[in-house]
Structures are given as structure tokens and as C-alpha cells.
């Protein structure tokens, strides 16, 4: 088929290498323009641009969709079907209205459940044991278009939002992979999804990421794994902001092994076994086992390595 592929950052990249490895026709790789990044603020290219260079595809890096010289040039490929894969816009009617086989989204979600542009995250928040991939037939809508292909996703206890995202979107380029031919051939029919059963996400922000210790220690477990790498979570401790990184809802031998009468929610425990000492927090249901952290202007560490350097952090208070 002759493809115009929509994607921006690396996990999307899967998605447009199968469209590749598969013999299709890329007219064009369609990505957010360069931004400053790093510490110099340098100029960046997303990835999705750069992969494209580097296997001989043209590249379009528009700052809008709707003017007309834009919708031109996308009309000039005739292509036979539009891929989305994180591409970070609304595509517009005249846009969608482009190619012959309709404009196919690739989303990290089942919808209707988890509509938006955060869904992964999402799933982590509510602590879903199981997620998974659509692919869609968009429209004007957020996420409602019908349902061409879906496929279940395990959520694994060791997931963070980077991991699953990128494990979701692997698995979502091998179902656009075996969909594609068959929706070419006119052998599938769209699902209209049940919009009484949507849910949406939402945008975050680094205040998303404030720890609260007199929440439930799953809940705590489930918001440190669902913001990495961002915002990340965090609290506070002597004046800086303390990012935890990496933590575990400990089991109840070990919240049982240490005496936490008149201890309140974020109250800094330690946890001894033979010579090893680790870090824990209580919270409102038992003990929040944290394994990274980074303190502001330093460089991640183990508890542990931690605990070396702040042996004035155990007993510390920290804010709710």
C-alpha cells in the first residue's frame, strides 16, 4: 500500500519499521517539528525523523495541519491509507479525508476505555493487571472513530509507563502488521465503539507527581511506576525536592518487623536483615519499600548508597 506514516517519539518507531520490513510504499514520515533539548538546548529531531533519514524517507515536519498549501502536499502523494502512531495532533477533517483507505491510529489503550493522550499512564493509576492496543478508523473526534483490530496486553508487576508503552506499541506494529492486508482487501468492517463505556485520560503535569503518604501503599506503588520517566514522583525533604524513582509495597513480615506505633504517614523507617539496612516509608495501610531515589542536584542512587550519604534521613518526617 502507499503509506503516509504520522509518529513522533521512539516507541512509535516499531509501528513505522514494520510498515517498512513489510514491503509498503512510505510516501512520507509525518513528525512534531524540532525542539530545544539537553542542557545546551540544542536543536533535536524526533526520532521518527531521524530513523526516516537514515533508511532514504522524505520527511514533513509542518507546525499545522490546516493550511491549505499543507493539505496540498498530502493530497499530491494520493496515498492509499494514513498511519498514526503518537504523532501528538488532531488530524483535521481534510486531512482525514485524504487517502482512499481512511486513516488508521495505532492507540495503547482498549478503547473505548482510556481515550486521550495519556493512556498507558493511566492504566498504571488505576492498577490494571491487563491493558492492551486498538487500531481505529479515525475521526474529528477524540479517539471515538470505529474499531478495525484490538489485542490484550498483560500489565506485569515490574512495569513502569516507559517499559509497557514500549512493550504496548511493539505489539500494537505486529497486529497493524497482520490488519493491514486484510483491511486493504475490504475484508474487515469497523466496530463503532459504545461511547457509554469511554473513559478518558488526561494531561499531566509535575504536580501529578506529589507523593501523599496517607494514601494506600498499592496506590503510592501504582503512581511511581505510572509517571516514569515523567514527571517522576517526589516529596520533599531539608528544603529540596527528593524523587522517588523506584518503589515496592513491602510485605506484612516486613511491615510487621518494625514497631511503628506513634508512627505517622511519612515517617522514614528502616528495615534491617543480618548487616543490610533499606529505606521505607509508612503510609496509611503499612510501608512504602523505597529502592531509588535521587535527591535535588544529585545524581540518582540505591537506598542504600542513600542511607550512606544521609544517614540523617532515617526517622525524618516527610510531608503529606
Request: charged content about 20%.
Amino acid at each position: 500500500m502507499r503509506v503516509i506514516f504520522f509518529g513522533t517519539p521512539g516507541y512509535s518507531i516499531p509501528v513505522l519499521s514494520s510498515l517498512f520490513d513489510a514491503g509498503h510504499e512510505l510516501l512520507t514520515v509525518v513528525s512534531r517539528p524540532e525542539k530545544p533539548a539537553g542542557r545546551g538546548r540544542r536543536m533535536e529531531s524526533p526520532p521518527t525523523v531521524e530513523w526516516a533519514r537514515e533508511h532514504g524517507i522524505p520527511v514533513l515536519q509542518p507546525t499545522s495541519l490546516h493550511p491549505p498549501e499543507v493539505i496540498a502536499r498530502f493530497q499530491a502523494l494520493k496515498p492509499d491509507v494514513m498511519v498514526v502512531a503518537a504523532y501528538g495532533l488532531i488530524l483535521p477533517a481534510k486531512i482525514l479525508a485524504v487517502p482512499a483507505k481512511g486513516c488508521l491510529n495505532v492507540h495503547p489503550s482498549l478503547l473505548p476505555k482510556y481515550r486521550g493522550s495519556s493512556p498507558v499512564v493511566e492504566a498504571l493509576l488505576h492498577g490494571e493487571t491487563v491493558t492492551g492496543i486498538t487500531i481505529m478508523l479515525l475521526d474529528e473526534g477524540m479517539d471515538t472513530g470505529p474499531i478495525v483490530a484490538q489485542e490484550m496486553c498483560p500489565v506485569l508487576d515490574e512495569d513502569t509507563s516507559e517499559s509497557l508503552t514500549t512493550r504496548m506499541f511493539e505489539r500494537g506494529a505486529a497486529l497493524l502488521a497482520r490488519t493491514l492486508p486484510a483491511w486493504h482487501a475490504g475484508e474487515l468492517e469497523p466496530v463503532p465503539q459504545d461511547d457509554s463505556l469511554a473513559t478518558y485520560s488526561r494531561l499531566l503535569g509535575k504536580s501529578d507527581g506529589k507523593l501523599d503518604f496517607t494514601l494506600p501503599t498499592k496506590q503510592l506503588v501504582d503512581q511511581v511506576r505510572a509517571l516514569i520517566p515523567w514527571p517522576s514522583t517526589y516529596t520533599h525533604w531539608n528544603g529540596k525536592i527528593l524523587k522517588v524513582l523506584q518503589a515496592v509495597s513491602l510485605t506484612k513480615n516486613a511491615a510487621n518487623a518494625v514497631d511503628l506505633s506513634g508512627s505517622s504517614p511519612g515517617k522514614v523507617v528502616s528495615l534491617k536483615s543480618g548487616k543490610k539496612t533499606s529505606l521505607a516509608i509508612v503510609t496509611s495501610d503499612g510501608l512504602l519499600g523505597i529502592k531509588d531515589l535521587q535527591l535535588e542536584g544529585r545524581k540518582s542512587s540505591d537506598d542504600k548508597t542513600f542511607i550512606r550519604g544521609h544517614a540523617d534521613f532515617l526517622g525524618s518526617q516527610l510531608p503529606s
